[in-house]
């Protein structure tokens, strides 16, 4: 008597264990279908150290005059560059070797063949200056090269699309769970070395947080489109 007794109150209190906890005997019943992933791709360019001066010679011929504002607050943005060199010519060509990499893993033969269209801009943010949040409208994908970024120079901000919409991503969560869960996730901020190459949709919400150092933050940004069927 006294073993069925304690038999039964165990079963009580599974049962009641079963009802307070969220998942429950539920959990093995669900099916987890994971959709629309947002990926960030981080490179580095090679030989960085060594080509850096010379590619921040090349940008200082395209700095003059007062620019233009688009998502720039307090910085300097300049137009589309039209004429480049060759130390800015092989960057150009670098980052569209990676983009037809990201091709590639996302599935494209012809990737490497593609005709890959291209336009850059400078962006130098002395300290304080920052760009708000944007997208590349009307672009595959955006990509933003970090050319000198000293330590507290600003974050890069990836936003979530659906925390940039303004729609009901549910309550704010301890950053150690969001870390661990992707649907938690309201966005990423990324610290940019020297040299690091960002590739991202181009309809993917970010921004470059404020500089907090004490020199400028110069970058390259661009936006790329291809021409290929998805043979």
């Keep these: 008597m006294l073993r069925t007794n304690i038999f039964r109150s165990i079963s009580w209190i599974i049962d009641r264990l079963t009802l307070i906890t969220p998942c ?4 093995a019943t669900m099916e987890r279908i994971e959709f629309e992933p947002t990926v960030v791709w981080r490179a580095r360019l090679d030989a960085w150290d060594e080509r850096s001066h010379a590619v921040q010679q090349s940008l200082a011929k395209h700095v003059n005059g007062s620019g233009i504002t688009l998502s ?10 039209s004429h480049v060199d060759a130390a800015l010519e092989d960057v150009i060509n670098e980052v569209t070797d990676f983009y037809r990499c990201i091709l590639a893993q996302l599935g494209w033969r012809s990737a490497g063949t593609a005709e890959v269209t291209c336009e850059c801009w400078i962006n130098i943010n002395p300290p304080g200056a920052w760009n708000i949040v944007h997208t590349h409208p009307g672009w595959h994908m955006g990509a933003v090269l970090f050319i000198d970024s000293p330590p507290a120079c600003g974050d890069l901000r990836i936003i979530g699309l659906r925390e940039s919409l303004g729609l009901n991503v549910g309550p704010e969560m301890p950053s150690e769970a969001a870390a661990s869960e992707p649907f938690l996730r309201r966005g ?5 070395r020297q040299g690091d190459l960002f590739l991202f949709p181009g309809w993917l919400p970010h921004q470059v947080l404020p500089n907090r150092s004490d020199a400028d933050r110069i ?3 661009f936006n790329l489109n291809c021409g290929l069927d998805q043979t």
């Excluded at 720039?72 to 560059?81: E, P, Q």
């Excluded at 990423?188 to 940019?192: C, G």
């Design 188 to 192: 990423i901020d990324i610290s940019p």
């Design 219 to 221: 970058s390259i940004a």
């Design 72 to 81: 720039n607050r307090g910085g300097w943005h300049s137009d589309v560059i």
């Design 24 to 27: 429950g005997a539920r959990q």
